[in-house]
């Protein structure tokens, strides 16, 4: 069973920026969909970027042209750079692997809290 590990979350001011980190316990890029997904208090979770294995991506249009999601194969490691931020982005984000096997890992979870 992979392992996923976020880091970087925290308390930024509207217009700040953070980046997120996603170490993965074992190489996945290539056989699975990686994304970031966030989940604010009373809403269901939604998908905030994901990249497929061929190295598309994608990103929903309330973080398009503010958030930027990228990879390190060599160490693994999935990040979202995210800048300009508003007070709607304030959420519990999630990193996730959905692969080719149908095997599903999530992250455990990292608070971001983006103040007026």
């Known amino acids: 069973q992979v392992q996923l590990v976020e880091s970087g979350g925290g308390s930024v001011q509207a217009g700040g920026s953070l980046k997120l980190s996603c170490a993965a316990s074992?190489?996945?890029?290539?056989?699975?969909?990686m994304g970031w997904y966030r989940q604010a208090p009373g809403k269901e979770r939604e998908s905030v970027s994901t990249i497929n294995g061929d190295g598309t991506t994608s990103y929903s249009d309330s973080v398009k042209g503010r958030f930027t999601l990228s990879q390190d194969n060599a160490k693994n490691t999935l990040y979202l750079q995210m800048n300009s931020l508003k007070t709607d982005d304030t959420a519990v984000y999630y990193c996730?692997?959905?692969?080719?096997?149908?095997?599903?890992?999530w992250g455990q979870g990292t608070q971001i809290t983006v103040s007026s």
């Open positions: 996730a692997s959905h692969c080719m096997t149908g095997a599903v890992a």
């Open positions: 074992r190489y996945l890029f290539s056989r699975c969909r």
